[in-house]
């Protein structure tokens, strides 16, 4: 006799939006929580700020992500006991790493993000699967709209299959680092219209900016439907 | 030894090596270990909503086992601290296991006697920790429990879920098990866009109640015997017992069926 056994996991939805760019990280992450077709909660937090101006996004199972945060930021808090400094985007990614892959065989069932701004200015981007494989990247759509989010960041980011005007698609347009408002244009583009179309994406879009100055947090309003 | 027997065993424990004949694991006259693989006599749903002035909660008094209406007089509300209610849906035995933690908890925290009362937000995050590493150890309390009461120095309204996985959230209205999907458009319609700021208790009661008929007309596993608790900044009011009218006549002496007469 087969016993049907306890499943662990549960698929939380949201959908996590990372833009580096010029001065500047943007991590966005829409705020609805649901279980199956039922909506839980319309407010729920998937990007948060861990301290040292470090923004972690984490979507899917969200017991796993909050579990996980929480470990994030003891590290952190271990960290500035032992070395009384700062955690710089990289040593924190590679710290995530060891946390995701440390659960190997039973993983956090999470698609995180890691942001922050780098040496030079210029914003930081780490991006995970659920067992740690990571690498650092310019822009990363995550959690169960990806699919939707990632060929149109391909497009408006890193501008594949654009080329300039009047060259008839011989002369690829040039990579540029984006300018704060125009990723502000693609993440709420890219949340707007993943709500259109993915029924666990909506209700409200939460962003946390990074800057030199420090993390500032924004509201984009979406359907609530 | 050809490839094709070899991958016979792959990803296989080889009995043998592991469980060699003689050995204390095959030997053991020991009962296998139990965990819950699914809940045995269970409550249905619990409904919470905030209001102007407070939170109420509300769940029917009925413990079913499968479809057989098994213990009609469970209270599955419980007050914890001086202004927490637990309720709970899901399995009967490991919520009352639960809320022998919750009673230990309590009076570990008071004997500290620092002035600190237990606030529902820790409560929230205790149970749901405890949840959660049960999960972890694939052997749930098999329950979806809804936290409410006056949070914090201002006496906040809180309202917050925990389940069997540790998956947590808050929101203005909460339901469990069928109410989620029968009560929970109704306390939406009075809570949602911030209006539970402005609905009176007499309007949260009223809801309360039209939520639990609906769920005694069409939720196989309710009763109409249920208990409301209160929770504002003055204090707890705990109302068990109680009921709503229901009809039961023809439909064409109904309103809202056929031909309308009524």
């Known amino acids: ?225 | 030894m050809s490839f094709l027997e070899l991958t016979e065993v792959w990803g296989k424990p080889q009995k043998d090596i592991f469980f060699p004949s003689g050995s204390e694991v095959e030997e053991s006259t020991d009962a296998p270990i139990q965990r819950t693989v699914q809940p045995i006599v269970t409550g249905s749903s619990v409904l919470a909503l905030k209001f102007a002035d407070g939170v109420m909660i509300a769940a029917d008094n009925l413990a079913s086992y499968g479809s057989l209406a098994r213990f009609y007089d469970v209270e599955r509300l419980t007050k914890v601290g001086d202004n927490t209610i637990v309720g709970a849906g899901g399995d009967i035995s490991d919520y009352q296991q639960i809320q022998r933690l919750l009673e230990k908890l309590e009076i570990k925290e008071g004997n500290y006697g620092d002035g600190y009362a237990l606030q529902p937000s820790y409560i929230h995050e205790y149970l749901s920790k405890v949840l959660y590493a049960r999960r972890n150890k694939l052997d749930p309390y098999w329950n979806q429990l809804i936290v409410a009461g006056v949070d914090g120095e201002n006496k906040e309204p809180y309202v917050a879920f925990a389940d069997l996985r540790g998956t947590t959230y808050s929101a203005p209205a909460i339901a469990t098990g069928f109410a989620m999907h029968l009560a929970l458009p109704m306390l939406r319609k009075a809570t949602d866009d911030d209006r539970w700021k402005t609905l009176s208790k007499e309007s949260a009661r009223a809801t309360i109640d039209e939520c639990m008929r609906v769920l005694f007309y069409r939720d196989a596993r309710s009763l109409n015997k249920f208990s409301v608790a209160t929770i504002t900044p003055e204090g707890i009011e705990f109302q068990t017992d109680q009921s709503v009218s229901s009809k039961w006549a023809f439909a064409e002496k109904q309103y809202g069926y056929g031909t309308q007469t009524v």
């Open chain 1, 1 to 225: 006799m087969s016993q049907s056994q306890f499943d662990p996991y549960v698929q939380n939805g949201g959908t996590t939006v990372a833009i580096a760019g010029d001065g500047f990280a943007i991590l966005a992450g829409d705020t609805r929580s649901v279980n199956g077709y039922n909506i839980n909660t319309r407010f729920q937090p998937r990007v948060h700020e861990v301290g040292d101006d470090l923004v972690i996004g984490a979507s899917g199972f969200e017991a796993d992500a909050l579990a996980l945060v929480k470990r994030i930021q003891q590290r952190i808090d271990l960290y500035h006991d032992n070395h009384e400094r700062k955690m710089s985007a990289q040593s924190c990614a590679c710290m995530v790493r060891t946390l995701l892959y440390g659960k190997r065989f039973f993983p956090y069932y999470v698609y995180t993000t890691v942001a922050g701004i780098d040496k030079e200015g210029k914003g930081e981007i780490y991006s995970f699967d659920p067992v740690g494989s990571y690498e650092r990247e310019w822009c990363r759509a995550g959690g169960s709209a990806a699919n939707f989010i990632t060929p149109f960041l391909d497009n408006q980011v890193n501008l594949h299959n654009q080329y300039v005007p009047g060259s008839h698609g011989k002369e690829r347009k040039p990579r540029r680092l984006l300018k704060l408002e125009e990723a502000m244009k693609i993440t709420t583009d890219a949340f707007t219209s993943a709500g259109e179309r993915h029924i666990e994406v909506g209700d409200s879009v939460l962003v946390k900016i990074i800057t030199k100055e420090g993390v500032e947090t924004r509201i984009i309003p979406l359907k609530k439907d």
